[in-house]
C-alpha cells in the first residue's frame, strides 16, 4: 500500500498496476499524473481512504479501486473526491458487508465529491461466479436520513453472477444518468437487484427509498422497495420484486420449464412458451410465473432469482444452489424469491427461498422434501400460513409479518423471529431435522404456550434465544444422536418438560440463565443409572430459580445439580441418586415420603 503524509504530491503510474491501499492522511494533496488502477484492494481495508481534510484530485484520469473509498473524518473535515471527468470503477467484494462509500460522517454531497464523472460499480475480478453477495452503497458512521448525490452513477454485472446493491440512505440522488445493467451476454440473465434494504438478511423491510435520476438506463435489473422519479424509468428486462413506484416494468408472462435433465434458470436453453415446446425464451422475471412439469429439467441451478407464482406439479426434480446449516451471511443470497399474492403449493427441494410477496395473507405449502433456507419477509403486513409441514436443513427466518403453523410441523436447523415480526406455532411443532439444531432466536412477538419446542441437537450445545417472559407449552428434549447441552437465555414459563432421551443412553445437560426465574407446571424428566442428566446455570456461582406451578412436588433422579434455587419449599425431590454439585437451595436429595400425592419423573 502507499500512504501519503502532510503536503502537495503527484502520482506517476507510468503503467504500472497496484496493490493494496491509497491512503491519503489529513492534509495531503494528491493529484494523479496518469491513469491509476488497482489489481487487489487491501484485505478487509478500502482501496482509497481518505482522512479529514485530504483531496484526491484524478486529474481527469480513468480510475479503478478494488474495494471501496473511505471517507475518514468528523462532520466539518472530510476528505474531498475531485473527480473531474474521469471515469470512477469501484470494484466491491460482493459481501454483505461491504459498501462502495464507508466511513461517511456527513451527506456525500457534490462538495465532497466534484465534477462531471461517471462512478462505476462491479463486482471485484476475482470474484467466483458460483458465487452472489450485497453491497451497501454507502456506509454511515452516525446519523439517520442520509443522503447521496452523484453526477453518472452506473451499476453493472461484469460476470455471470446476479450482483445486488443492498441498501442506501434515505435517498439516492443522480444528477446525471443512472445505468444499471445485468450480465446477459450469452443468451442469459444475470440481473442487478436494487433492494431497498435487505441488508444481510435476503428479505425486505416495509419502508420503501427513493431514487431520483435525471436519465435511466436500465437492463436486466430487478428492483425492490425503490420510489423512482425525476425521469421516466423503463428498460429492458425490468423485474418487479415489489414495493415499488414510479417505474415501468416488463409486462408479466408465463414460462416453461423444458431441456435436458440439468440446466440453469439463468439461460434462456431452460425457458420455452409452452409445456414441453421450443426452449429459446425469455428468463423468467419476478412478476412471471413459472410452471415446471414432467418436461422440465431434472436439477435447476440458480444464484438469485424470482418469480411471482411457481407450480411444480409432475416435476420431481431438485434446485441446486449454494448449501448451508450454518445461517451465516449467505443468508442474503442464492435465493428463489417467490413474490406473488396466491398461495404456493410447490416442490422446492434444496432452494433457498424468500417469500415476499405483499397480499395480506398467503398459504405456503411445500411438498414433502427439505430445502436450504427459507425467509418469510413480505414488504407489507401479511400473515403466512402452513399448509403442510417445513423442513429446512439451514435457516428459518421471519423479518417482516407472521408466520403461524397451526398443527404443521417446522423442522429447522436456525430459527429467527425477529423484532417486529410475529410467530404463532399454534398447536403446532418447532423441532430440528437430521442434522440437528444450533440456535433459535425469539425476539418478536411469539406466541409458543399451544406448541411445542422439541429440541433434539445433533451437535454438543445448543441455545434459545429470546425476550424474557415467553410462555412453552411443552418443552420436549431428545438428545438422540450425541451428548448436548441446551441453554435457554431468557426467563419463561414452560407448561410441561418432557424427556424424550429415556430410549437412548445419551446425557442431557440443561443450563439456565443466572438470575432468571422458570415457571415449570409438569416436570417429566431424570438421568438413568450411570448415565446422570445435569442442570446447572451460566454463570458459575450464580442461581437460576425453578418455580413449580403444578400440583403435588417434583420428583426426579440420576441428576447432577448445581447453582439452582428450587421453589416453593419442600416441592422439588431430586431423590438419593442424584449430586448435589454445589450452591442449591430448595432441593430435597431425597424421595419424598409415602402416602399419596401424583409424582412426575421416573427411570430412578
Known amino acids: 500500500g502507499i500512504i501519503w503524509y502532510n503536503g502537495t504530491h503527484t502520482l506517476t503510474s507510468a503503467g504500472k498496476q497496484f496493490c493494496k491501499y491509497l491512503y491519503l492522511q489529513s492534509n495531503s494533496n494528491l493529484t494523479l499524473a496518469d491513469e491509476f488502477h488497482q489489481i487487489v484492494g487491501g484485505s478487509g481495508d478500502a482501496g482509497l481512504k481518505l482522512v479529514s481534510t485530504s483531496v484526491f484530485n484524478t486529474n481527469n484520469y480513468n480510475v479503478t479501486i478494488n474495494a471501496r473509498i473511505d471517507f475518514n473524518g468528523d462532520t466539518t473535515n472530510v476528505g474531498i473526491c475531485n473527480f473531474g471527468t474521469s471515469t470512477i470503477t469501484v470494484k466491491t467484494r460482493q459481501t454483505p458487508f461491504d459498501y462502495v462509500f464507508g466511513g461517511v460522517s456527513t451527506n456525500i454531497t457534490t462538495s465532497i465529491i466534484t465534477g462531471n464523472y461517471t462512478l462505476v460499480v462491479e463486482p471485484w475480478d476475482s470474484l467466483d461466479t458460483t458465487q452472489a453477495g450485497s453491497n451497501r452503497l454507502a456506509y454511515f458512521t452516525n446519523g439517520s436520513g442520509r443522503t447521496i448525490t452523484l453526477h453518472n452513477l452506473t451499476i453493472q454485472a461484469a460476470m455471470a453472477s446476479t450482483y445486488k446493491i443492498s441498501s442506501w440512505p434515505s435517498t439516492l440522488t443522480v444528477n446525471g444518468t443512472f445505468t444499471v445493467t445485468g450480465h446477459t451476454t450469452g443468451s442469459v440473465r444475470y440481473p442487478v437487484m436494487i433492494l431497498a434494504n435487505a441488508g444481510t438478511s435476503g428479505g425486505f423491510t416495509t419502508t420503501a427509498k427513493s431514487i431520483s435520476a435525471a436519465a435511466v438506463s436500465l437492463n436486466a435489473v430487478d428492483f425492490a422497495g425503490v420510489t423512482a422519479s425525476g425521469t421516466t424509468w423503463s428498460g429492458t428486462s425490468v423485474g418487479n420484486l415489489g414495493l415499488n413506484s414510479g417505474i415501468t416494468f416488463t409486462t408479466a408472462v408465463t414460462r416453461y420449464g423444458v431441456g435436458a435433465d440439468t440446466q440453469t434458470w439463468h439461460s434462456t436453453s431452460m425457458w420455452s412458451t409452452s409445456s414441453g415446446g421450443a426452449s429459446g425464451a425469455s428468463v423468467p422475471l419476478p412478476q412471471d410465473t413459472v ?226 426465574t422458570y415457571n415449570i407446571g409438569s416436570w417429566n424428566w431424570s438421568g438413568r443409572v450411570g448415565n446422570l442428566d445435569t442442570i446447572n446455570s451460566t454463570t458459575t456461582g450464580v442461581q437460576h430459580t425453578l418455580n413449580y406451578t403444578g400440583t403435588d412436588v417434583v420428583e426426579t433422579g440420576y441428576m447432577n445439580i448445581r447453582d439452582s434455587a428450587a421453589t416453593p419449599a419442600n416441592t422439588w425431590y431430586a431423590g438419593a441418586t442424584s449430586t448435589n454439585v454445589d450452591n442449591n437451595t430448595g432441593w430435597i436429595f431425597a424421595s419424598p415420603s409415602k402416602g399419596g400425592g401424583l409424582f412426575f419423573g421416573s427411570n430412578f
Open 291 to 516: 410452471i415446471l412439469n414432467a418436461s422440465s429439467p431434472s436439477t435447476i441451478s440458480y444464484i438469485d432469482v424470482g418469480c411471482a407464482t411457481l407450480t411444480t406439479t409432475g416435476w420431481s426434480g431438485t434446485f441446486s444452489t449454494r448449501s448451508d446449516q450454518n445461517g451465516d451471511y449467505i443468508m442474503n443470497t442464492h435465493l428463489l424469491y417467490i413474490t406473488g399474492s396466491s398461495s404456493t403449493t410447490a416442490r422446492l427441494h434444496s432452494a433457498r427461498v424468500c417469500f415476499c410477496n405483499t397480499s395480506s395473507t398467503k398459504t405456503v405449502s411445500p411438498d414433502a422434501g427439505s430445502i436450504q433456507s427459507c425467509i418469510f419477509s413480505p414488504m407489507q403486513t401479511c400473515t403466512f400460513t402452513l399448509g403442510s409441514s417445513l423442513t429446512v436443513i439451514g435457516e428459518t427466518t421471519i423479518y417482516v409479518g407472521t408466520l403461524s403453523v397451526g398443527s404443521q410441523t417446522i423442522s429447522t436447523y436456525n430459527f429467527k423471529n425477529s423484532t417486529g415480526s410475529t410467530f404463532n406455532l399454534g398447536t403446532g411443532v418447532l423441532t430440528s431435522p437430521s442434522t440437528g439444531m444450533n440456535r433459535w432466536d425469539f425476539y418478536g412477538t411469539v406466541n409458543l404456550s399451544s406448541g411445542t419446542l422439541a429440541v433434539r441437537p445433533s451437535n454438543t450445545s445448543a441455545i434459545l434465544y429470546g425476550n424474557d417472559g415467553i410462555q412453552i407449552g411443552t418443552l420436549s428434549l431428545d438428545p438422540h444422536l450425541t451428548d448436548l447441552q441446551l441453554t435457554i437465555d431468557f426467563a419463561c414459563t414452560i407448561g410441561a418438560l418432557v424427556d424424550k432421551s429415556s430410549s437412548n443412553s445419551y446425557k442431557f445437560t440443561l443450563t439456565l440463565k443466572s438470575g432468571k
